[in-house]
């Protein structure tokens, strides 16, 4: 089993950038379909971002040309750049893959944009 551990949130103003960072282990990493999903406070857990063992990715229309999804399979490591945040960005954001058809999920990670 992969284990994740997100990082890199934190809080900043609008307009602004952050880096989060998705650190995996195990011997399957690099052959995993990666993805950044988020929660905000009473909403439903949406995705936000999925890249491929191949690095074909994937966006939802609300991040599409914001965010930038990566992957360094040395590192065992996904990325998501987010430019042009919004306060609507704020939530907690999680990254996850799917295995045997269970679903498995990092700690999370706090984003907070004020405006």
């Known amino acids: 089993q992969v284990q994740l551990v997100e990082s890199g949130g934190g809080l900043v103003q609008a307009g602004g950038s952050l880096r989060l960072s998705c650190a995996g282990s195990g011997s399957i990493f690099s052959i995993l379909t990666i993805g950044w999903a988020r929660q905000a406070p009473g909403k439903q857990r949406e995705l936000v971002a999925s890249i491929t063992s191949g690095g074909s990715t994937n966006y939802a229309d609300s991040v599409k040309d914001r965010y930038t999804i990566s992957r360094d399979n040395a590192k065992k490591t996904v990325y998501l750049e987010m430019n042009s945040l919004k306060p609507e960005d704020t939530a907690v954001y999680y990254c996850?893959?799917?295995?045997?058809?269970?679903?498995?999920w990092g700690q999370g990670t706090q984003v907070t944009v004020s405006s």
């Open positions: 996850n893959y799917r295995w045997m058809r269970n679903d498995y």
